[in-house]
Nanobody, 123 residues
Framework: QLRLVESGGGLVHPGGSLRLSCEAS????????IGWFRQAPGKGLEGVSC????????IYKDSVKGRFTVSRHNALNMAYLQMNNLQPEDTAVYYC????????????????WGRGTQVTVSS
C-alpha cells in the first residue's frame, strides 16, 4: 500500500528554518514525481513545490522561490523540503504527495494523503 509520512515541522520565529522530510513506503519513490503542498487554517490545499523523478526538475510557488529548496534521495525513498527565512504566511500543515504521471497529476490523482506536519511561524 502506497504510504507517505511527513515529519520535521515545528514552531519557529520569522526568519527561521525547518527541513521537512517525506518518507515513502509500499512503493519505489524513484518512479514518482513528488510534490509538497500546504493547507493554512481556513484555506484550501495549495501546491508549494515539486521535484521530478531524477531530482533535476523542480517547481516552486512564486512566494517561496529563493527560500525553499526541494530535493530527494531515491535510494532512501525520501524527499525533503528545506525552508529558510520562514514567514508567518508560511504557517500551515504541510503534506507530500506523489504521482508517476508528473507534478500536475499529484493534486488531482493522489489519494493517500498522510497527516501532514504542522509548521507554525510566529514571534
Amino acid at each position: 500500500q502506497l504510504r507517505l509520512v511527513e515529519s520535521g515541522g515545528g514552531l519557529v520565529h520569522p526568519g527561521g528554518s525547518l527541513r521537512l522530510s517525506c518518507e515513502a513506503s509500499g512503493f519505489t519513490l524513484e518512479f514518482y514525481d513528488i510534490g509538497w503542498f500546504r493547507q493554512a487554517p481556513g484555506k484550501g490545499l495549495e501546491g508549494v513545490s515539486c521535484v521530478g523523478k531524477r531530482g533535476d526538475t523542480t517547481i516552486y510557488k512564486d512566494s517561496v522561490k529563493g527560500r525553499f529548496t526541494v530535493s530527494r534521495h531515491n535510494a532512501l525513498n525520501m524527499a525533503y523540503l528545506q525552508m529558510n527565512n520562514l514567514q508567518p504566511e508560511d504557517t500551515a500543515v504541510y503534506y507530500c504527495g506523489a504521482d508517476p504521471r508528473g507534478c500536475d497529476a499529484i493534486e488531482t490523482y493522489f489519494n493517500s494523503w498522510g497527516r501532514g506536519t504542522q509548521v507554525t511561524v510566529s514571534s
